[in-house]
C-alpha cells in the first residue's frame, strides 16, 4: 500500500485528484481492509493535516476526534461521542470518517440532521458546502466524489440550548446502535427529533417534530402520541442487530425519553 502523508489540505486534495484514499483514523477503513472488503493501492494519510483538525467556532474539522468532541463539543454531539467505541477507537477516530463512511448507525449523524448542519468539502478544483440532507444518499452512500475530501462540518451558530442524546444497543458500551436519536427543542416549543439505524439514512421525524412542537406544555397523552408517531415514521429493517418492530418500538421509546429530558 503506497502511502502519503500530506500537511495541507491542497497536498491531501491533490492526492485524491491521483486516485488515493483517504485515512483518518482507520478505525473503519482498516476493519474493511482487514476484512479483505476493500484493498486500496494508494493512501492518503489525513493525521497529519492540522487545517483538519482545527475546530473553527460552528465548523468542526474532519479530523477532529471523538475524544475531543466528547470534552468540547456540544451537549448532545459529546454524548454521542462518548457512546462511540472504547477510549481508543474515540482517541483516533474522527467525524470526518463517520460522515464519510455513512453508516447508518454512525452515531454522529443524528445530531448532523437535528440541527441541520452542512458538510464541507473540497477538491482540486474547488470547495462546496452540501446539506446534510443531500449528502446522506442511502447506505454507505453520499454525495462525496472520489477526488473530494471532506474538510469538515458546519454547524449553525446558535444551537438549541435543550439537545439530547441517546442510543439504544445491545450492551451499554462499545456498540453498534440499535437505534440512536437526538431530540432538541427551543424555548417557543420548536422541537426536532433526528434517528439513525432505522432509515438507509439518517432521519428528521418531521410529523412528530410538527406535533409536538405545537404543544407548550407536553402532557403524558402528548407524549405518547409523539412516541406513536416517531415510531410510525421511521423505516427500519430486520438484521443480525434487530428486527425492525423492536427498533421501531425503541425508537418511539428513546425519543419520548430524550423529549423528556429537554422538558426538564
Ligand atoms: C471497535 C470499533 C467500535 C466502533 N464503535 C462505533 C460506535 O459506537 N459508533 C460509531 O458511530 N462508529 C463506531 N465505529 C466506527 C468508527 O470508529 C467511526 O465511524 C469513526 O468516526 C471513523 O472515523 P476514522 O477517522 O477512523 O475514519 P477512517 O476509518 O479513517 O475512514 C473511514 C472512511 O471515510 C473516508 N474518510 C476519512 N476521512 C475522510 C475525509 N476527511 N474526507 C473524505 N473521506 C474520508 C475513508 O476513506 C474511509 O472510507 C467503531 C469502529 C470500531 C473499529
Not at 449528502?135 to 475530501?149: H, Q, S
Not at 412528530?208 to 415514521?233: C, G, N
Request: aromatic content about 4%; glycine content about 8%.
Amino acid at each position: 500500500m503506497d502511502t502519503q502523508y500530506p500537511k495541507t489540505i491542497d497536498e491531501a486534495v491533490s492526492a485524491l485528484s491521483d486516485g488515493a484514499t483517504p485515512l483518518a483514523g482507520g478505525t473503519d477503513l482498516m476493519v474493511e481492509v482487514n476484512f479483505g472488503h476493500r484493498r486500496p493501492d494508494h493512501v492518503v494519510a489525513l493525521r497529519r493535516v492540522d487545517e483538519l483538525a482545527e475546530w473553527d467556532g460552528s465548523t468542526i474539522g474532519a479530523g477532529v476526534t471523538w475524544r475531543r468532541i466528547e470534552l468540547e463539543g456540544p451537549k448532545a454531539l459529546a454524548e454521542a461521542a462518548r457512546t462511540v467505541g472504547s477510549p481508543q477507537i474515540r482517541n483516533a477516530g474522527t467525524i470526518g470518517g463517520n460522515v464519510a463512511t455513512a453508516s447508518p448507525a454512525g452515531d454522529g449523524l443524528p445530531f448532523l440532521a437535528a440541527v441541520d448542519a452542512s458538510i464541507e468539502v473540497r477538491s482540486a478544483t474547488g470547495s462546496r458546502s452540501i446539506q446534510w440532507d443531500e449528502f446522506f444518499l442511502g447506505v454507505k452512500k453520499t454525495a462525496l466524489e472520489a477526488d473530494e475530501l471532506v474538510t469538515g462540518v458546519d454547524l449553525p451558530e446558535d444551537l438549541p440550548e435543550r439537545q439530547a442524546f441517546g442510543k439504544v444497543g445491545v450492551r451499554n458500551a462499545m456498540v453498534i446502535a440499535t437505534v440512536c436519536c437526538v431530540v432538541t427543542r427551543e424555548l417557543d416549543g420548536l422541537t426536532r427529533v433526528a434517528l439513525g439505524s432505522v432509515a438507509p439514512t439518517p432521519m428528521r421525524a418531521r410529523q412528530s417534530e410538527e406535533m409536538i412542537s405545537a404543544v407548550a406544555r407536553p402532557s403524558e397523552s402528548d407524549l405518547a402520541e409523539f412516541a406513536r408517531l416517531v415510531a410510525a415514521e421511521v423505516s427500519p429493517i430486520t438484521d443480525h442487530r434487530s428486527t425492525a418492530e423492536y427498533r421501531r418500538h425503541a425508537a418511539g421509546v428513546l425519543a419520548r425519553r430524550l423529549l423528556g429530558r429537554c422538558l426538564r
